[in-house]
């Protein structure tokens, strides 16, 4: 792509700023100065603007920690979103998040500039599973997991069959296959409980990383997107 639209979209200026910046020189790709503003260049190349190493890749998939109180939208007239809890690089990339969670709802959001692995994650034909840990104000009982398993009646759908697994009294995991609008509250309202928390713990092949804490985010290693680029046949 040409020169000064990757350091458009990586934000390191608008057009004509960083057309001003490779022609006064302080540019160079894979070692070399460029001061010509359309010379096509590939991302990913070794980018340095004013000496300082820049990284050109404009494909980013990351995870976040989602924390409870902000939405998953890309904007938001009085709420917080998680856009704003993104590096701005990835702002700038127009990461997008993967499927929603709900205000309150913790745990991993997957963002990503891929669109195709985005539709295909979240595509109902493909059934990838999600794993939410559940807390409950009334107690469960082994009736909820053979009642999960058959697929529960909602107002306005059947859920397909998902796997409950209580962990105790008032907390159980939830793994479903489908992504409907406050899906899992829903099943678990269904049933008598009040959900008071939920986390979401995995997306398919891909566990949220223990050592992230609410509200950070970080890349996905180049294992863990093959493995989920699998999940989705990319
Ligand atoms: N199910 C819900 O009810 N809420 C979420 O945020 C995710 C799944």
């Known amino acids: 792509m040409r020169l000064d639209a990757l350091l458009t979209r990586l934000g390191l200026g608008s057009r004509s700023e960083v057309q001003r910046l490779i022609r006064r020189g302080a540019v160079t790709v894979g070692g070399r100065g460029i001061r010509v503003p359309g010379e096509n260049v590939q991302p990913g190349a070794l980018l340095t603007v004013d000496g300082q190493a820049v990284d050109s890749r404009v494909e980013r998939t990351l995870m976040m920690y989602k924390p409870a109180g902000v939405l998953t939208a890309a904007r938001d007239p009085k709420a ?12 700038s990339l127009e990461c997008m998040p993967v ?3 709900d205000k309150d709802t913790t745990g991993l959001l997957l963002l990503t500039t ?22 409950v104000d009334t107690p469960f009982i082994p009736e909820d997991v ?18 409950l697994e209580i962990v105790d009294e008032h907390t159980a995991r939830v793994t479903v296959t489908e992504g409907k609008y406050h899906q899992v509250r829903r099943m678990l309202a269904a049933r008598g409980h009040d959900t008071l928390a939920l986390h979401r713990e995995r997306v398919g092949p891909l566990a949220l990383d223990p050592a992230l804490r609410p509200g950070e985010t970080r890349e996905l290693t180049e294992t863990e997107l093959s493995g989920l ?4 046949d990319l």
């Open 114 to 135: 891929d669109g195709e692995l985005a539709h295909r994650l979240i595509s109902p034909k493909r059934e990838i599973r999600k794993v939410y840990l559940a807390t």
């Open 99 to 101: 499927g929603r969670l």
């Open 80 to 91: 917080a979103t998680v856009m704003e809890l993104l590096p701005p690089v990835c702002t």
């Open 146 to 163: 053979s009642a999960f398993a058959q697929g529960l009646a909602l107002s306005d759908f059947t859920a397909k069959p998902a796997l």
């Open 229 to 232: 680029r699998q999940a989705v």
